[in-house]
């Protein structure tokens, strides 16, 4: 019997290199593929989570007849054809609760004469969470309630708006510096006879010209030199 002799290619070791290649390149390949199947499952399961929102809302305007089109639609007929008064009866419109001024309506007439005080100073230190404090302040000496907490019964964000609503509005202030007591008589006094005291003297002074390009005015008796503390 005849030995069976097997010859193998000369290049055999290259051949498997490229196969190896090959199902590696096919490996990276479904790995890609699969990352693309998990991102698209991924971005329906976002938008039938956002269509699944949508819907809940559209609900809620359905059941307390929200400004949806059809209701918008429907007003407007009623303001064209229909009787006016009932177009006038829906008022506040969505409001479907009372606000807090509303359940105490004298705690707002408080904000606004305490608002009108803040901003009658001169020194400019009113702010909206002064405001915000006062009215907590007022609040739990009105109901009776002891306050438990540091979270204030309207916000500073609220108490904001609040203002903005009833026309206060907020600017930089771009007055020369006050110092509180710089109106008390003995203050005043004092100013004016520096003052006085100043003009009465100034030949004694080295003093400037006026205008863009400045001058020393030399003294004409014995210089005199301020010391201040």
Same mark, same amino acid.
């Given at each position: 019997?005849?030995? !069976?002799?097997?010859?193998?290619?000369?290049?055999?070791n290259?051949?498997? *290199?490229?196969?190896?290649?090959?199902?590696?390149?096919?490996? &990276?390949?479904?790995?890609?593929?699969?990352?693309?199947?998990?991102?698209?499952?991924?971005? !329906?399961?976002?938008?039938?989570?956002?269509?699944?929102?949508?819907?809940?809302?559209?609900?809620? $305007?359905?059941?307390?007849?929200?400004?949806?089109?059809?209701?918008?639609?429907? #007003?407007? &007929?009623?303001? !064209?054809?229909?009787?006016?008064?009932?177009?006038?009866?829906e008022?506040?419109?969505?409001?479907?609760?009372?606000?807090?001024?509303?359940?105490?309506?004298? $705690?707002?007439?408080?904000?606004?004469l305490?608002?009108?005080?803040? %901003?009658?100073?001169?020194?400019?230190?009113?702010? @909206?969470?002064?405001?915000?404090?006062?009215?907590?302040q007022? %609040? %739990?000496?009105?109901?009776?309630?002891?306050?438990?907490?540091?979270?204030?019964?309207r916000?500073?964000?609220?108490?904001?708006?609040?203002?903005?609503? %009833?026309?206060?509005?907020?600017?930089?202030?771009?007055?020369? @510096?006050? #110092?509180?007591?710089?109106?008390?008589?003995d *203050? *005043? &006094?004092?100013?004016?006879?520096?003052?006085?005291?100043?003009?009465e003297?100034?030949?004694?002074?080295?003093?400037?010209?006026?205008?863009?390009?400045?001058? #020393?005015?030399?003294?004409?008796?014995?210089?005199?030199?301020?010391?201040?503390?």
């Amino acid at each position: 019997m005849d030995d !069976i002799v097997v010859v193998q290619p000369k290049n055999v070791n290259q051949i498997i *290199v490229d196969l190896q290649q090959l199902a590696d390149e096919n490996e &990276e390949l479904l790995k890609q593929k699969q990352e693309t199947i998990e991102e698209k499952e991924k971005t !329906i399961e976002e938008k039938e989570k956002l269509l699944k929102e949508e819907k809940q809302k559209y609900d809620f $305007l359905q059941q307390i007849g929200g400004t949806t089109c059809r209701t918008a639609h429907k #007003w407007a &007929e009623t303001f !064209i054809a229909d009787d006016l008064n009932e177009f006038n009866e829906e008022c506040r419109g969505g409001k479907r609760f009372d606000s807090f001024f509303d359940i105490f309506p004298e $705690l707002e007439n408080q904000m606004k004469l305490f608002t009108i005080q803040g %901003y009658q100073r001169k020194d400019a230190s009113f702010t @909206s969470l002064e405001m915000a404090q006062y009215l907590d302040q007022q %609040y %739990y000496k009105l109901t009776g309630q002891v306050k438990t907490s540091d979270q204030l019964v309207r916000s500073e964000r609220m108490c904001r708006l609040d203002l903005r609503r %009833y026309g206060f509005t907020f600017d930089k202030n771009t007055q020369r @510096s006050y #110092w509180s007591g710089h109106e008390r008589p003995d *203050v *005043v &006094e004092n100013r004016k006879e520096f003052v006085q005291a100043f003009l009465e003297n100034k030949q004694s002074y080295y003093l400037v010209t006026d205008g863009k390009n400045s001058q #020393w005015i030399f003294p004409k008796q014995d210089p005199v030199i301020l010391l201040c503390e």
